[in-house]
């Protein structure tokens, strides 16, 4: 019983040694809100602040065939980013405002606009509803511009 009891142990003395350390990698997937399916080739800025440093600081990617850009961090973890997919062609229905970076890289995100305080003109299919985030992962939700969107945009100009 004893040597039971010191393998029980000396066990969770190693794998107390060899936790992972945490997450500080971000994943950020862009899908179209109607059916799920992933962008690749599209810029992606992640901007933060970090302490000591007043400038706002950017990370650029691009996404793959998966539609994901992957990020690493500096050593001081923000406490929170912005995510957005640059370029035209795409709205964003995702959030504008900063996300929790904990949140993110404990969980996980569907970063869903809502419509306060953002103006949200999306209509999620089930398909967003189902996905599945893993730690580290947000996901950016967008869709084509519509014909009277590209029209008005060009009013604008």
């Known amino acids: 019983m004893k040597a039971w009891l010191s393998l029980f142990l000396l066990v969770l ?3 107390a040694q060899t936790s992972t350390p945490p997450v500080t990698e971000l994943r950020v997937r862009v899908v179209d809100v109607r059916d799920a399916h992933p962008y690749s080739s599209r810029t992606i800025l992640v901007q933060f602040h970090v302490p000591q440093t007043p400038e706002l600081q950017t990370l650029e990617g691009t996404t793959g065939a998966d ?3 992957v ?3 500096p050593e001081a973890v923000p406490k929170v980013i912005s995510t957005h997919v640059a370029g035209e062609g795409l709205y964003a229905c995702y959030r504008f405002y900063p996300i929790d ?5 404990t969980d996980g995100i569907v970063a869903r606009c809502t419509t306060p305080p953002q103006g949200c003109a999306c209509k ?3 398909r967003i509803d189902e996905i599945q985030t893993r730690p580290g992962e947000a996901v950016l939700p967008v869709r084509p511009f519509t014909k009277w969107e590209r029209i008005a945009g060009h009013l604008w100009e």
Do not use: Y
Request: net charge positive.
């Open 13 to 15: 003395i190693v794998s």
């Open 67 to 69: 539609g994901v850009a």
């Open 71 to 73: 990020f690493r961090f």
């Open 101 to 105: 970076t904990h949140q993110v890289l």
């Open 124 to 126: 999620f299919s089930k």
